[in-house]
């Protein structure tokens, strides 16, 4: 099937370059690239955010990029890797697209995993909160964010173009580089990128770390709050392993004319980040006969190594647009992409401590873990607009390869597939705007669990399933083959209520079937400390979704408030074992006798190597998420420049059914901001102000609140015809808080980076 697909894309990029190599009187039109159907047409929240507000701030993570903006978080672990949170949504409830297509690296199979995208000389990132992304991806009930460039350009450039760049940051003592290139050569655009990014561990505030190796989860979470810090904190001024470096290059050419488009690009990303914490699998194996000697050895030891991933992608694109003007396809937007992804975590022990322990060589050799996705996706948007509704059907197809190799591998091989079948509407009503939105997705996801393992840790819980009828079976595999189809739908009404004021109302229902880490996850995973196993057979997750939003804007004062609730049903989460609250009523009647079995089962979990980590299983339950978005914003001219002072607030809320909260959900935040422009110089002031999370699920500890500063004045200097001069002064966490991401796993070993100032010089000509 995928080779017939193949042909037809490039009998459709031939045809398409026979056609231009015939027209003679190129006549441009303008193409948005957008993975949106129409972004003026969507009437559910929305960001569309300009390229140059990550061309002049500071190079960062793309989470961190886009934490400030309502409704929009990250569960960070180090510098690095900051992956996106929308209303309280995370992983593969979230999706990355790059240029419209879904970005294929391994940022799901671990929170340790950076989202591989390159931030360099992008047109802007789109970001679209809840279902109603669904019109763009599968499965997306928190939303999407699509970082949009102009690689494979849909018009043509009308002038050279080169742009240079240099910046420098404090808190990592770090610098990166950057130049691109654009031109029209012989009716062929051309597009050339590259950048550099070297940085080293960043700072902290002093005593900024906490350590936890002895810390009873079952604590008061108070008393850890006020105590703990003080009692394990560490005099120490940086995270180490939080380094981060980064090559990235791109080529892109195209072909426009009044026919359409057509271009390929070859992206290719290499990186080296350091892995700031990573689980101790074996502390107590040796016994209790070393007792915490051989505990604090076994941390001394940790805290020497070099634990560091390396990754290395590259994608291979083709995207063109082709004009037929026919009675029922007006144009036909086609799509390919081939993606091969690999991301490598080694150690590398320091030499003076291999000298230290030569006997034990064997032991402390670490082998790497290769993590790897292959993946090739294609599709089509048949436009099929009419005088009175635009109407586009999608057609999409994913085939792709999950793998992990290696000393630490915690899931054998799964392969997905899928295919997307799409129906979308957009109809002016008279006083009301319709957007309805239906697709269809047939998955199918095979992969296997080791027999022995998945008893394990299962315990008693499964003996049914599993039994002992594989108990002596050491090394049997079961295989697992799911193919399945999942339906979802969004629909938004939306009308003017006055000249100033609008309205909308909008609906979802998005169905996604589980995650191959949720259905076949089964090992260790140092990244998290923890012991995870998922299910083969959860259920697909189900959310529905309602919000109203209101907009009102008069030109000098403007207002924006979304208020959501969205229940899901069976929703999947990693829950920790021990206390699990996610089984039947019974089990919490029998808590006591749970705990004493977990005692029973310690010695025999350290028999296997994992005796210090923290079991988990992927399980589900109902859950409802809600909360609410709101800015207030007021411009004003002052002196010969205009000011503009916004304050926003957001807020979610995420429990059970039952009535337990769900781990990890980011606390409610105040946000401050303004911004004065006066010819060509910029100044943004922007204060977030986070509130203590006490809504804490199970196994969690109280996280407190901060308020981190970040300013950037920007000037620009015409230098000559066609060249100016942008400088950029910025500064983030100007009050030097010590501030913990409650969404992240490792919140108290590795805390957000202190104050970093930095400058910025990017020239154009």
């Known amino acids: 099937m995928k080779k017939y697909l193949n042909a037809i894309v490039i009998l459709i990029a031939f045809h398409s370059f026979n056609l231009a190599s015939q027209d003679k009187d190129v006549e441009e039109i303008l193409v948005i690239t957008s993975a949106l159907v129409s972004s003026t047409e969507i009437n559910n929240p929305v960001y569309v955010i300009d390229g140059d507000e990550f061309l002049d701030g500071a190079t960062t993570s793309l989470g961190d990029a886009i934490d400030s903006y309502l409704g929009v978080s990250i569960a960070d672990y180090g510098s690095a890797v900051g992956q996106p949170i929308i209303r309280g949504m995370s992983g593969p409830r979230v999706k990355i697209l790059k240029n419209g297509m879904v970005n294929r690296d391994v940022s799901g199979l671990g929170v340790d995993h950076l989202n591989d995208v390159d931030l360099n000389d992008i047109e802007q990132i789109e970001i679209v909160m809840g279902p109603s992304s669904l019109l763009y991806a599968n499965g997306t009930s928190g939303g999407i964010i699509n970082i949009v460039d102009d690689c494979i350009s849909a018009i043509n450039y009308e002038l050279p173009e080169f742009k240079v760049g240099f910046e420098s940051q404090s808190v990592n003592d770090g610098s990166a580089e950057h130049f691109n290139f654009k031109d029209n050569i012989n009716g062929f655009n051309v597009n050339f990128g590259y950048k550099n990014v070297d940085f080293d561990n960043y700072d902290v505030p ?16 108070d008393d850890h709050d006020d105590h703990d810090e003080d009692e394990h904190e560490e005099n120490m001024g940086f995270i180490n392993n939080s380094d981060y470096a980064v090559e990235a290059t791109k080529f892109g050419i195209s072909k426009a004319g009044d026919w359409g488009y057509l271009g390929f690009s070859v992206d290719n990303l290499e990186s080296v980040y350091g892995i700031p914490f990573h689980g101790d699998e074996h502390g107590d194996e040796h016994g209790d006969e070393h007792g915490d000697e051989e505990d604090h050895d076994e941390h001394e030891e940790h805290g020497e190594e070099r634990i560091f991933s390396t990754t290395d992608s590259e994608s291979f694109t083709i995207k063109g647009s082709y004009n037929l003007n026919g009675n029922l396809v007006n144009k036909i937007d086609f799509t390919y992409r081939d993606s091969d992804y690999s991301l490598t975590e080694a150690h590398e022990e320091e030499e003076h401590h291999e000298e230290e322990h030569e006997d034990e060589e064997e032991h402390e050799e670490h082998a790497p873990t290769v993590f790897m996705n292959d993946a090739v996706e294609y599709g089509a948007i048949f436009d099929v607009s009419n005088d009175f509704s635009t109407q586009k059907i999608v057609v999409n197809f994913v085939d792709e390869d999950n793998s992990i190799v290696g000393e630490e591998a915690f899931m054998n091989p799964a392969n997905s597939k899928e295919f997307t ?89 998005v169905e996604r ?23 083969p057979n959860l259920n697909s997750e ?146 977030k102000d986070v509130d203590k999370q006490s809504d804490i699920g199970e196994g969690e500890t109280v996280t407190n609140g901060y308020s981190m500063l970040d300013a950037r004045l920007t000037k620009t200097f015409n230098l000559r015809e066609n060249t100016e001069l942008k400088v950029s002064l910025f500064g983030k966490n100007l009050l030097d808080e010590v501030a913990r991401n409650h969404a992240s796993f490792v919140k108290n070993e590795v805390p957000l980076p202190g104050k970093n100032i930095g400058v910025k010089f990017n020239l154009t000509f």
């Open 206 to 221: 002093f005593g900024a770390v906490l350590h936890e190796e002895d810390h009873d989860e079952h604590d008061d979470h």
């Open 421 to 509: 079948i799409g129906y979308y509407i957009s109809k002016n009503l008279g006083i009301y705007d319709l957007d309805l939105g239906f697709r269809l997705d047939q998955i199918e996801r095979s992969g296997s669990v080791a027999e022995e393992d998945h008893d394990d840790d299962h315990g008693d819980d499964h003996g049914d399933d599993h039994g002992d009828d594989h108990g002596d079976d050491h090394g049997d595999v079961d295989y697992y083959n799911i193919d399945d189809s999942t339906s979802s739908f969004a629909v938004t009404l939306g009308r003017s209520l006055t000249d100033n004021l609008g309205v909308s109302l909008g609906y979802a229902s």
């Open 513 to 535: 079937l589980p995650s191959s880490i949720e259905l076949f996850m089964n090992g260790p995973h140092m990244a998290t400390g923890r012991f995870e196993v998922g299910d």
């Open 542 to 687: 189900t959310s529905n979704n309602f919000d109203i939003t209101f907009n009102f804007n008069n030109g000098d004062f403007y207002a924006y408030a979304s208020f959501y609730i969205t229940d899901v049903d069976n929703y999947i989460a990693l829950i920790d074992e021990e206390d699990d609250h996610m089984d039947e009523d019974e089990h919490h009647e029998e808590d006591d006798d749970h705990h004493d079995d977990d005692d029973h089962h310690g010695d025999e979990d350290d028999d296997h190597g994992h005796g210090n980590l923290i079991h988990a299983n992927y399980m589900q339950e109902d859950a409802e998420f809600d909360g609410y978005e709101f800015e207030i914003g007021r411009t004003l001219d002052v002196g010969n420049g205009e000011l503009k002072v916004s304050f926003g607030r957001d807020v979610v809320n995420a429990e059970f059914s039952d009535g337990h909260f769900v781990p990890r959900i980011n606390p409610a935040r105040n946000v401050y901001s303004l911004s004065y422009k006066q010819d060509d110089i910029v100044f943004k002031l922007n204060l």
